[in-house]
Protein backbone atom coordinates (compact mmCIF):
# COMPACT_ATOMS: atom_id res chain seq x y z
CA UNK A 1 0.00 0.00 0.00
CA UNK A 2 1.67 3.23 -0.74
CA UNK A 3 1.31 6.39 1.61
CA UNK A 4 -1.58 7.82 -0.92
CA UNK A 5 -3.65 5.07 -0.03
CA UNK A 6 -2.51 4.73 3.43
CA UNK A 7 -3.61 8.32 4.21
CA UNK A 8 -6.97 8.23 1.95
CA UNK A 9 -7.84 5.40 4.11
CA UNK A 10 -6.90 6.66 7.47
CA UNK A 11 -9.05 10.11 6.54
CA UNK A 12 -11.98 7.42 6.61
CA UNK A 13 -11.26 5.42 9.16
CA UNK A 14 -13.54 5.44 12.16
CA UNK A 15 -11.85 8.17 15.33
CA UNK A 16 -11.94 5.31 17.80
CA UNK A 17 -9.98 2.82 16.02
CA UNK A 18 -7.35 5.56 14.80
CA UNK A 19 -7.04 6.97 17.97
CA UNK A 20 -6.61 3.27 19.58
CA UNK A 21 -3.95 2.00 17.11
CA UNK A 22 -1.80 5.54 17.39
CA UNK A 23 -1.75 5.13 21.35
CA UNK A 24 -0.13 1.29 20.92
CA UNK A 25 2.36 2.97 18.16
CA UNK A 26 3.56 5.81 21.07
CA UNK A 27 3.63 2.93 23.88
CA UNK A 28 7.19 2.53 24.50
CA UNK A 29 8.17 4.88 22.22
CA UNK A 30 9.81 8.09 22.09
CA UNK A 31 7.69 11.39 21.89
CA UNK A 32 6.64 12.80 18.44
CA UNK A 33 7.61 16.22 17.70
CA UNK A 34 4.37 17.57 16.56
CA UNK A 35 5.06 19.90 13.38
CA UNK A 36 1.80 21.35 12.67
CA UNK A 37 -0.83 21.04 15.37
CA UNK A 38 -4.24 20.63 14.21
CA UNK A 39 -5.63 22.47 12.81
CA UNK A 40 -9.42 23.91 11.56
CA UNK A 41 -10.33 25.27 7.63
CA UNK A 42 -12.26 25.03 4.82
CA UNK A 43 -10.91 23.38 2.18
CA UNK A 44 -12.68 24.13 -1.36
CA UNK A 45 -14.21 20.79 -3.08
CA UNK A 46 -13.88 19.95 -6.77
CA UNK A 47 -15.55 17.77 -8.68
CA UNK A 48 -15.87 17.13 -12.50
CA UNK A 49 -18.92 16.72 -14.21
CA UNK A 50 -18.79 13.05 -15.90
CA UNK A 51 -20.92 13.79 -19.46
CA UNK A 52 -18.87 17.12 -20.83
CA UNK A 53 -16.16 16.41 -18.33
CA UNK A 54 -15.49 19.72 -17.08
CA UNK A 55 -14.37 20.67 -13.37
CA UNK A 56 -16.36 22.85 -11.10
CA UNK A 57 -16.57 24.18 -7.51
CA UNK A 58 -18.49 22.31 -5.40
CA UNK A 59 -18.35 23.68 -2.45
CA UNK A 60 -16.01 24.67 0.99
CA UNK A 61 -16.07 21.37 3.34
CA UNK A 62 -14.89 21.93 7.19
CA UNK A 63 -11.22 20.18 7.59
CA UNK A 64 -8.91 19.79 9.70
CA UNK A 65 -4.60 18.62 9.35
CA UNK A 66 -1.94 18.06 11.19
CA UNK A 67 1.89 17.02 10.77
CA UNK A 68 3.90 15.15 12.97
CA UNK A 69 7.69 13.56 13.31
CA UNK A 70 8.55 10.61 14.38
CA UNK A 71 11.57 8.75 14.90
CA UNK A 72 12.55 10.91 12.13
CA UNK A 73 9.87 9.97 9.59
CA UNK A 74 7.68 12.94 9.21
CA UNK A 75 3.67 11.79 9.20
CA UNK A 76 0.79 14.02 7.51
CA UNK A 77 -3.05 13.83 7.81
CA UNK A 78 -6.67 15.82 6.68
CA UNK A 79 -9.76 14.47 7.80
CA UNK A 80 -13.07 16.02 7.11
CA UNK A 81 -14.68 17.86 9.99
CA UNK A 82 -13.08 19.18 13.37
CA UNK A 83 -11.83 16.66 15.09
CA UNK A 84 -8.21 17.12 16.07
CA UNK A 85 -7.44 14.17 18.12
CA UNK A 86 -8.48 11.79 15.22
CA UNK A 87 -6.56 13.94 12.99
CA UNK A 88 -3.82 13.54 15.11
CA UNK A 89 -3.79 10.13 15.64
CA UNK A 90 -4.00 9.53 11.67
CA UNK A 91 -1.01 11.43 11.10
CA UNK A 92 0.84 9.51 13.90
CA UNK A 93 0.38 6.43 12.15
CA UNK A 94 1.44 7.66 8.83
CA UNK A 95 4.69 8.84 10.49
CA UNK A 96 4.59 4.67 12.33
CA UNK A 97 4.00 3.22 8.63
CA UNK A 98 7.01 5.16 7.57
CA UNK A 99 9.47 4.82 10.31
CA UNK A 100 9.14 0.87 11.57
CA UNK A 101 7.91 -1.45 9.82
CA UNK A 102 6.35 -3.73 12.34
CA UNK A 103 4.21 -0.99 12.77
CA UNK A 104 3.65 -0.36 9.12
CA UNK A 105 1.82 -4.16 9.18
CA UNK A 106 -0.72 -2.84 11.65
CA UNK A 107 -1.73 0.48 10.01
CA UNK A 108 -2.02 -1.20 6.87
CA UNK A 109 -4.20 -3.76 8.64
CA UNK A 110 -6.10 -1.02 9.81
CA UNK A 111 -6.50 0.12 6.44
CA UNK A 112 -7.31 -2.77 4.97
CA UNK A 113 -10.36 -3.75 7.22
CA UNK A 114 -11.18 0.46 6.42
CA UNK A 115 -10.95 -0.12 2.59
CA UNK A 116 -13.23 -3.92 3.06
CA UNK A 117 -15.73 -1.52 5.34
CA UNK A 118 -15.91 1.01 2.75
CA UNK A 119 -16.01 -1.56 -0.14
CA UNK A 120 -18.92 -3.12 1.32
CA UNK A 121 -21.21 0.21 1.94
CA UNK A 122 -20.48 0.78 -1.50
CA UNK A 123 -21.90 -2.53 -3.03
CA UNK A 124 -24.42 -2.20 -0.63
CA UNK A 125 -25.45 0.89 -2.20
CA UNK A 126 -25.35 -0.21 -5.84
CA UNK A 127 -27.38 -3.26 -4.80
CA UNK A 128 -30.32 -1.03 -3.59
CA UNK A 129 -29.89 1.03 -6.53
CA UNK A 130 -29.88 -2.10 -9.31
CA UNK A 131 -33.21 -2.17 -9.07
CA UNK A 132 -34.18 1.21 -10.72
CA UNK A 133 -31.66 1.26 -13.79
CA UNK A 134 -32.92 1.90 -16.99
CA UNK A 135 -32.13 -0.25 -19.90
CA UNK A 136 -32.93 0.75 -23.15
CA UNK A 137 -32.89 -1.43 -26.26
CA UNK A 138 -30.33 -0.80 -29.09
CA UNK A 139 -32.53 -0.57 -32.20
Do not use: K, Y
Not at 36 to 50: D, L, T, W
Not at 58 to 63: E, I, N, T, W
Amino acid sequence: MNREERTALLAVAEPDEVIDLADRCLAGAAPPSVLRAPEVGCVSVQVREPVVRERFLLGDVLACRAEVELRGARGWAMRLGDDRPATLAAALLDAAAEADAALAAEVEELCLRVADRHRAAEEAEWAELAPTIVEFEEL
